[in-house]
Nanobody
Framework: QVRLVESGGGLAQFGGSLRLSCAAS????????MSWHRQAPGKQRELVAE???????NYADSVKGRFTISRDRAKNTVDLEMRNLKPDDTGSYYC?????????WGQGTQVTVSS
């Protein structure tokens, strides 16, 4: 069982920045991948960014060049640095890890970008 706790959400202005952090209750060295997803009202949850075991990263086209995913193995965290935010980035952001063939999700943190 892996517990994930997200933090760092809040209100940002158009063009502003936020940094989300996800703290895992287990050593992230054992995780196949860690990722951030978001869900806007009335829409399906979508992948925003992921980082694989060997460090490969993947981003949704809509956030490329603006968002950066990173992990800290000493702290067992995965962060999402978000810059040049747009109103379309508004939504609930969820951290997910894949470990031992299972998916674990955090409870989510809200990001709201005003125009």
């Amino acid at each position: 069982q892996v517990r994930l706790v997200e933090s760092g959400g809040g209100l940002a202005q158009f063009g502003g920045s936020l940094r989300l952090s996800c703290a895992a209750s287990a050593n992230i060295l054992g995780f196949a991948s860690m990722s951030w997803h978001r869900q806007a009202p009335g829409k399906q949850r979508e992948l925003v960014a992921e980082i694989a075991y060997r460090g490969q990263t993947n981003y949704a086209d809509s956030v490329k060049g603006r968002f950066t995913i990173s992990r800290d193995r000493a702290k067992n965290t995965v962060d999402l640095e978000m810059r040049n935010l747009k109103p379309d980035d508004t939504g609930s952001y969820y951290c997910k890890v894949k470990a031992s063939g299972l998916d674990y999700w955090g409870q989510g943190t809200q990001v709201t970008v005003s125009s």
